[in-house]
């Protein structure tokens, strides 16, 4: 059973992010170049961008997290092995949350995903829910 719990600004819950962090392949990655150290994570965690953030529960395990941002992006971190968590969590933010209005440059009037470009599992997921590839974004 998939459940969503919100992240709080706990000592408990930046560790669980943590090892989140930590456990991620860095070819998939494409928030940041080099892993923060504890303090670092705690501070963003603590002072955190997003507009909801919360933690994947797989019977009751934490298993990763999905947060949106007021940029109507949605943020996943679930192992592409859980195919199942991540359609309920893309799910879980379109029934819970409106995308924010469009602001012309700057937001799109729907909810984005970003993907790293060899995520094909992710990329999989979420076509299968409609999803359309609209851009290719170059780091220069």
């Not at 603590?46 to 933690?55: G, Q, S």
């Not at 679930?78 to 195919?83: C, D, K, V």
């Amino acid at each position: 059973m998939i459940t969503f719990e919100p992240v709080q600004k706990t000592e408990d819950h930046a560790l669980v992010l943590y090892d989140f962090l930590l456990s991620r392949d860095g070819s998939q990655n494409i928030s940041h170049q080099s892993e923060p150290n504890l303090d670092e994570h705690k501070e963003f965690v603590f002072n955190h961008p997003y507009r909801a953030w919360y933690f994947v529960k797989k019977n009751d395990e934490y298993i990763g997290s999905v947060n949106v941002l007021e940029s109507n992006t949605i943020g996943l971190y679930i192992p592409s092995s859980e195919n199942d968590a991540i359609k309920k969590a893309i799910e879980f933010v379109k029934e819970n949350y409106d995308p924010l209005p469009p602001i012309k440059s700057i937001r799109q009037s729907r909810f984005i995903i970003n993907v790293a470009i060899n995520n094909k599992g992710l990329g999989d997921v979420i076509s299968d829910l409609g999803g359309q590839v609209i851009q290719t974004t170059y780091l220069i």
